[in-house]
């Protein structure tokens, strides 16, 4: 009995020293507590619920958070109201992520802390936007792009930002056709701004900048064909209208290629006091009355059309290798067509006569053909050679196997021609795209 009572008063007097203790501890909490220093009242309280389970502990532990919480939202608030966007951005993720790791204690978040994020995102996109628009006003492009990068990544639907954005491909672009344009490299500079203007054709003053340098970088062109007393006249009517044609198709915006038949109207008047070779005041005289800045003068200097009907030459043989076989006629052809011509053109100044570029560019078409060509089933088909003699009666094995193999190949050998026509036609298409690329050329480096 009397060992039973020492154990309960020692039980008491534990249990008492332990209430006493934990007295002392929230004590010691709210002290913290009151003094503002609300995290070491946290942290004690805390340990304190971790030990005892104590609603009062509890109950004080969510009143403390909920002051720190409160704390931290108003710090992002205040720091918003400085303008340190960024920092409030930092310190309202803070604040959130206290609330979410401490959402056991039944935290809340003020009803403006979506608003202020949203408001602070907004700012900073501001902020981002208007660098960029200073980096890009001084050429900085790189600067620009990461400006642009971090307006995005806070308002990503911002439009003045997206515009910037596309604006930024191709600014580099005006610039240089602007610096272009003060060397007075209006060429350089159109090749630009016809870039801008094809991305944005409302980007500034583009489209009068092309129009600007197009005016200053165009030179007239006409075209003349000197007679020639070798070549009919159609083909080189036909020559002229093809130039014509493939410099239209070049659509360099630079060229503008003034009628021909004027130029003709006015050639074949001087004509009758000049001769067929090439007279250069005579031609200068004429570029003159239409206008024209530069001319170019084209002749036909050697021609040869060459166009015999092809030579077929009947021929003997056997359906068979015997010599009893039945006899057949089949027939060799020979095709030896050609078309060559020599056209020299001159490109020259209109204004001092001088001869810019010169040329004799040669085209040259032959086509020789040698094949065979019978009406019925060749696979059987040996040819005779006059040569071989013999009793045609006798059933002989044919002795000429390399002439059979000879004949399959002129049998099968290739046979398409073409028709002088066609040679003219692809002579034109040669000729138009040759002196139009030098004038293409031309243009380009004028």
Same mark, same amino acid.
Request: aromatic share 12%; charged share 25%; net charge negative.
């Given at each position: ?5 020492? /154990? &309960? ?11 006493? =203790?934990?007295?002392?501890?929230? =004590?010691?909490?709210? +002290? *913290?507590?009151?003094?503002? &220093?609300?995290? @070491? ?15 009062? !502990? ?12 409160? +704390? ?20 309202? %993720? ?18 403006? !802390? ?14 981002? *936007? ?16 990461? *400006?642009?990068? +971090? ?8 439009? %003045?930002? #997206? ?10 672009? /005006?610039?240089?056709?602007?610096? !272009?344009?003060?060397?007075?490299? /209006?060429?350089?500079?159109?090749? *630009? ?17 092309? +129009? $600007? ?19 009919? $006249? ?50 200068? @005289?004429?570029? #003159?009355?239409?206008?024209?800045e530069y001319i170019i003068v084209g002749e036909v200097i050697s021609f040869n059309n060459h166009q015999p009907e092809p030579q077929v030459v009947n021929k003997m043989g056997f359906l068979g290798k015997t010599r009893l076989a039945r006899k057949v006629q089949y027939q060799e052809v020979y095709v030896d067509n050609s078309f060559s011509i020599i056209y020299r053109y001159h490109l020259m100044d209109a204004e001092t006569g001088e001869v810019v570029a010169a040329e004799n560019i040669p085209f040259n078409y032959k ?27 006798? %059933?002989?094995? /044919? ?38 690329? #030098? ?6 480096? #004028?």
């Amino acid at each position: 009995m009397h060992t039973f009572l020492k /154990y &309960l008063l020692l039980s008491f007097v534990i249990a008492a020293f332990g209430c006493n =203790m934990q007295k002392n501890a929230m =004590m010691d909490a709210q +002290k *913290y507590a009151d003094s503002g &220093l609300y995290q @070491e009242a946290f942290n004690k309280y805390l340990s304190i619920y971790q030990e005892s389970k104590s609603t009062d !502990a509890h109950i004080a532990l969510a009143s403390v958070a909920q002051t720190i919480s409160n +704390k931290n939202f108003s710090e992002a608030q205040m720091l918003a109201g400085r303008g340190n966007y960024e920092s409030a951005i930092d310190a309202l %993720d803070k604040a959130e992520a206290f609330v979410f790791e401490q959402q056991w204690l039944g935290l809340t978040m003020p009803f403006y !802390a979506e608003s202020l994020r949203s408001d602070c995102r907004s700012n900073i996109a501001a902020q981002y *936007y208007s660098k960029a628009e200073e980096a890009a006003r001084n050429d900085r492009y790189a600067d620009a792009k990461m *400006y642009l990068e +971090k307006v995005f990544r806070n308002q990503p639907n911002h439009e %003045d930002a #997206k515009y910037l954005q596309r604006v930024l491909s191709f600014l580099p672009t /005006y610039k240089k056709g602007l610096k !272009a344009m003060e060397l007075g490299l /209006y060429r350089e500079a159109y090749l *630009y701004f016809d870039v801008v203007a094809d991305k944005d054709a409302d980007f500034g003053d583009v489209l009068t900048l092309l +129009k $600007e340098c197009k005016d200053k970088a165009s030179f007239t062109l006409s075209y003349l064909t000197l007679p020639s007393l070798i070549a009919p $006249e159609a083909l080189e009517q036909a020559i002229s209208t093809s130039v014509k044609q493939e410099i239209l198709a070049c659509k360099n915006p630079f060229i503008k290629l003034v009628s021909r038949d004027q130029l003709d109207l006015i050639i074949s008047e001087q004509q009758n006091a000049m001769s067929a070779s090439f007279d250069q005041n005579k031609i200068v @005289e004429a570029g #003159k009355l239409l206008g024209a800045e530069y001319i170019i003068v084209g002749e036909v200097i050697s021609f040869n059309n060459h166009q015999p009907e092809p030579q077929v030459v009947n021929k003997m043989g056997f359906l068979g290798k015997t010599r009893l076989a039945r006899k057949v006629q089949y027939q060799e052809v020979y095709v030896d067509n050609s078309f060559s011509i020599i056209y020299r053109y001159h490109l020259m100044d209109a204004e001092t006569g001088e001869v810019v570029a010169a040329e004799n560019i040669p085209f040259n078409y032959k086509n020789e053909l040698h094949y065979a060509q019978y009406s019925g089933d060749s696979s059987n088909l040996y040819p005779i050679d006059p040569s071989e003699t013999g009793d045609v009666f006798q %059933d002989l094995i /044919y002795p000429s196997e390399q002439g059979k193999r000879v004949l399959d190949e002129l049998l099968s050998a290739p046979r398409l021609r073409l028709t002088e026509a066609e040679q003219i036609t692809m002579f034109l298409e040669f000729i138009g795209h040759e002196i139009a690329d #030098k004038v293409n050329e031309f243009a380009m480096t #004028k």
